[in-house]
């Protein structure tokens, strides 16, 4: 049984440019929730979705945006990169209730 | 107070050795409770999952939960090399709701 799928796993960009990452949860999994961990405040919630509705969403700016398709895929968008967005960005993948199962995560750097 | 505190460590033990590991909570609402295992630049990896109180073993890892005190602790045994990483408890109220993390401990097991 596939994992969750984070692409890509390395992105560099630089400040003021957007990027977009994506998630593909496990297979009829419905649940896709975004984290952001960083070495000072661990691991925080971005948001989650649920049948393409967004149920929850932490205490992230607006800059940071989120969707989900039909087939459960999810991306997330940052836009206006700043220099403390350089993180993981993980993607999590639930069945409903039950535990969460993370991906690999992509790790973004912004010069 | 942070929601969920963990002892950073770092925790070294020979091989061979039990370890606990324990985190503590000040939301009573918390239902749902998780281990991690995070390796150096990969993504959280589920190890236990448990709902409400109790004990609950896999192989040489067993979670114990104490909702009275607000105290969930991941016993290893027999320890190995190869368990040497951080490891992550979270725990959260409901589904769809945010995963909250605890800063990690990071374990050292050595041969």
């Known amino acids: 049984k596939a994992g969750v799928t984070q692409t890509p796993r390395y992105l560099i960009k630089t400040r003021g440019q957007q990027v977009t990452l994506s998630c593909s949860p496990i297979?009829?999994?419905?649940?896709v929730s975004w984290y952001q961990q960083t070495p000072g405040q661990g691991l925080q919630f971005l948001f989650e979705y649920f049948s393409e509705t967004q149920r929850n969403k932490g205490n992230f700016p607006g800059r940071f945006s989120g969707r989900q398709f039909s087939n459960s895929r999810s991306e997330m968008n940052v836009s206006t990169l700043e220099l403390g967005d350089s993180a993981l960005y993980l993607c999590a993948s639930s069945l409903g209730e039950d535990e969460a199962f993370f991906g690999q995560g992509t790790r973004l750097t912004v010069v | 107070q942070k929601e969920v505190e963990q002892d950073p460590g770092p925790l070294s033990v020979p091989e061979g050795a039990i370890v606990s590991l324990n985190c503590t909570y000040s939301?009573?609402?918390?239902?749902?409770f998780m281990w991690y295992r995070q390796y150096s630049r990969k993504g959280p990896e589920l190890l236990m999952y448990t709902y409400s109180s109790g004990n609950k073993e896999d192989g040489r890892f067993t979670a114990q939960v104490d909702k009275s005190s607000k105290y969930i602790s991941l016993f290893i045994r027999d320890s190995q090399p190869s368990d040497s990483a951080t490891y992550l408890c979270?725990?959260?109220?409901?589904?769809?709701?945010?995963?909250?993390f605890g800063k990690g401990t990071t374990l050292s097991v050595s041969s």
């Open positions: 297979s009829g999994h419905r649940s």
């Open positions: 979270a725990m959260r109220k409901q589904a769809g709701t945010a995963l909250i």
């Open positions: 939301n009573s609402a918390f239902q749902y």
